[in-house]
């Protein structure tokens, strides 16, 4: 089948996903590298456009360094918009996901068909094709701006904006804490809206997340699990020892470049994060000369900041 050569910054796909298909583009075992749909109990890694439209949303994938090696998530705004082609993922009703980008106005035509199976080799399960998500992502590699780093699955995604480039006249400013500043879950896994945007951390379980607002920007600060092996050699999940800040633009969710916060903080102070019995009361987004730095500013009258 012939690739789509016609995919650039003005392509827009229609992502739709079969109703047999269940926890749709949850996180699965993937190392960070793709998405994954489940049908049957068993796993299959998609491969997203870095732009789509599903069910009435225009979602943008953007990397964030301090998600380590699952560094990319997605922000979608609502939109009228309607797409050129669409991309199908649809399960036969046993064990396979056949995957289908045709264009939108002549579904007989496609561009792009694969049929993934589940195969078992030296005791692991791989799905074959295994060279079907470098093609898509050379299909869709003139969609957005750069490639993520390997470590974060050489996947296609958007550059995020400075926040001096999308609010040049912003001071340092003070997200607070507010009953009009919660984000809300949704019906789909991993997603929260704020107003009418929405973030798809792409299966990440952020833990004890609180968040934060001023009059044009949100942030959201958490922590993360990680799978730690004890004495007895038996992996268990913990609290990582770290503090994360992730800050977006007000309406749109858009992330900005650099302004994020991830350090190592003391054992007692992420225990006290865990028990409640310290509260991160504000966000502080400081100017230090051209760079933007994110504080966390603590209830024990405690700041915390990259050093």
């Known amino acids: 089948m012939t690739k789509p050569r016609s995919f650039d910054k003005t392509t827009l796909l229609e ?3 079969a109703k047999g298909l269940h926890n749709p583009w949850g996180y699965g075992n993937q190392g960070g590298r793709l998405h994954a749909v489940y049908t049957h109990d068993h796993t299959f890694p998609v491969v997203l456009p870095p732009r789509y439209l599903e069910n009435g949303y225009e979602w943008r994938a953007y990397e964030s360094f301090n998600l380590g090696s699952n560094s990319l998530f997605w922000v979608g705004v609502p939109s009228n918009k309607h ?3 669409v991309y199908e993922v649809a399960d036969d009703g046993k064990y396979y996901i056949k995957i289908n980008i045709f264009p939108r106005d002549n579904p007989n035509a496609p561009l792009y068909e694969q049929r993934l199976a589940l195969e078992e ?3 692991h399960i791989i799905v074959n ?3 079907y998500g470098d093609e898509l992502n050379g299909v869709f590699a003139n969609m957005a701006d750069e490639k993520a780093t390997e470590w974060g699955g050489g996947r296609y995604h958007f550059k995020s904006p400075s926040l001096s ?6 001071r340092p400013d003070d997200l607070v804490l507010g009953e009009g500043c919660q984000w809300q879950k949704t019906d789909r896994q991993d997603i929260y809206q704020w107003g009418k945007a929405r973030i798809n951390w792409q299966g990440r379980e952020l833990k004890h997340a609180k968040t934060f607002c001023s009059d044009k920007l949100v ?6 699990e990680r799978d730690e092996v004890g004495r007895d050699g038996q992996s268990k999940r913990v609290i990582d020892a770290r503090l994360l800040v992730n800050v977006f633009d007000k309406e749109t969710l858009t992330p900005f470049d650099g302004v994020y916060l991830e350090t190592y903080i003391e054992h007692d102070l992420k225990d006290g994060l865990v028990a409640g019995t310290i509260d991160i009361k504000e966000i502080k987004v400081a100017k230090s000369g051209d760079e933007y730095r994110v504080i966390a500013k603590l209830s024990n009258g405690k700041t915390v900041q990259y050093q």
């Open 165 to 170: 480039s999308l609010h040049p006249h912003i």
């Open 15 to 17: 992502v739709r996903l």
């Open 121 to 123: 080799v030296s005791e």
């Open 219 to 224: 942030a959201v600060a958490y922590l993360l």
């Open 83 to 85: 797409a050129d082609y």
């Open 129 to 131: 094709p295994n060279n």
